[in-house]
């Protein structure tokens, strides 16, 4: 694992994180228009006027560079990992951007998912496999994540509020797995020639798969907070890239005594999603519009409680949405 490597991956994690808060901070501001009609795509057309959310899509293109960059000095099993420190920038940046400081349940459950992701991770020891990936693997591979994503958004759309967001947030970290190991795919063929690798079909895949991942992040950013969509779609991604790391570039993972630690991983990845179900953040309004945020203070009055009563009003005004 070279110190370029770390640097990159760490960079994609801050930028990836700055782009969640951005367009979850436009996202909420749309849902808080009166009379306003939730589709996608007239939610699309009303967000991309909203410099939040082009500061947010900036930043998403950035976060592909960089990871593309990270991808290709180390393996996607090793960079994937380094991508859960996304769940702690999200907090660092969304508490300037909406000027409220999530409460402390929040924080400690994603510090455990976080570390116990790098344990986990970091136990296994993933060693590097080939450049692109087994021939006729993709096809069998390509079937199982979209069937996968398929089936996480029906039944988000059958649900509401913190569900929904978890679900379309898992969707969209499929996608973006899905989309990593096609950007190692691209990045290993590159030693072909430019014009030889855009003569294929890795890059095309790769458009489609992003963009689609994209729009399901946009629904989840819509549907609830990032307290409820951003665990899933940190952790989904990482162990999605890995499962492709191994199953289609052979990129091995160590396990006997290694598997002690790995289960502490597994554990603290556990207690962290136990707290998180539990933290008024999930359902609150931290990471509302401060202009409606606000008003919500006023009706509650000086003596409510941070995330509870004005945060559960806020989040089920926050989980109407068609997305």
């Not at 694992?1 to 760490?10: F, I, K, P, Y």
């Not at 228009?33 to 009303?46: E, F, I, N, Q, Y």
């Not at 089920?316 to 949405?321: A, C, E, N, Q, V």
Request: net charge positive; glycine share 14%.
């Amino acid at each position: 694992m070279s110190a370029l490597t770390v640097l990159l991956a760490l960079a994609a994690a801050f930028s990836n994180a700055a782009a969640s808060v951005l367009q979850r901070r436009a996202a909420a501001q749309d849902e808080d228009r009166p009379g306003a009609v939730h589709t996608a795509v007239r939610s699309l057309l009303r967000l991309v006027r909203d410099r939040y959310w082009v500061g947010g899509a900036a930043l998403l293109a950035l976060t592909t560079v960089l990871q593309a960059a990270a991808l290709a000095v180390g393996s996607l099993a090793v960079v994937q990992p380094l991508m859960a420190t996304e769940l702690l920038f999200t907090l660092v940046v969304g508490s300037l951007v909406f000027h409220r400081r999530p409460d402390t349940r929040t924080w400690l459950a994603f510090a455990a998912l976080a570390v116990g992701l790098a344990l986990f991770l970091g136990s296994a020891s993933p060693a590097p496999g080939r450049d692109t990936a087994t021939a006729g693997r993709w096809g069998w591979a390509g079937a199982v994540l979209v069937c996968l994503m398929a089936g996480l958004v029906a039944v988000g759309r059958a649900v509401r509020g913190a569900p929904r967001a978890a679900l379309f947030g898992s969707a969209s970290a499929v996608g973006f797995g899905g989309t990593a190991a096609l950007l190692k795919e691209v990045t290993g063929r590159l030693p072909q020639g430019v014009g030889a690798v855009l003569a294929q079909w890795p890059p095309y895949a790769t458009a489609v798969v992003g963009g689609t991942s994209f729009l399901l992040l946009q629904s989840a950013l819509r549907a609830g907070t990032l307290a409820a969509s951003q665990p899933a779609l940190t952790l989904g991604d990482a162990l999605t890239s890995v499962a492709l790391g191994w199953a289609l570039f052979d990129e091995e993972i160590a396990l006997g005594v290694r598997v002690l630690p790995e289960l502490a991983g597994v554990a603290l990845i556990g207690l962290g999603s136990v707290g998180l179900a539990r933290a008024p953040s999930v359902h609150g309004a931290w990471d509302t519009a401060p202009g409606a945020r606000e008003g919500s203070d006023a009706r509650d009055g000086p003596g409510a409680v941070a995330g509870e009563g004005r945060g559960q009003e806020s989040g089920r005004g926050l989980g109407r949405s068609d997305g």
